[in-house]
């Protein structure tokens, strides 16, 4: 899965304004799912698509401020 595949589908699953943390769990539960067993390889991948996430859909989040 793409990163851009990856962040429409967690932005699908979500309903209204989450926190951030919200996010981040929901985008490390779809890299569990897809088969991904390393910490390191997931925290490596976890970085860079939270914040595509924020920057795609800044509405989502509820916390903040951001200025990314």
């Given at each position: ?17 989450v926190p951030f943390a ?44 951001w200025d990314i």
């Amino acid at each position: 899965m793409t990163q851009k595949e990856l962040i429409d589908k967690v932005h699908g699953e979500l309903s209204g304004r989450v926190p951030f943390a919200e996010v981040v769990h929901r985008i490390a539960k779809t890299f569990v799912q897809e088969g991904e067993t390393n910490f390191r390889t997931l925290f490596a991948r976890l970085e860079p698509a939270s914040s595509a996430y924020v920057y795609a859909y800044l509405d989502d989040v509820s916390d903040g401020p951001w200025d990314i």
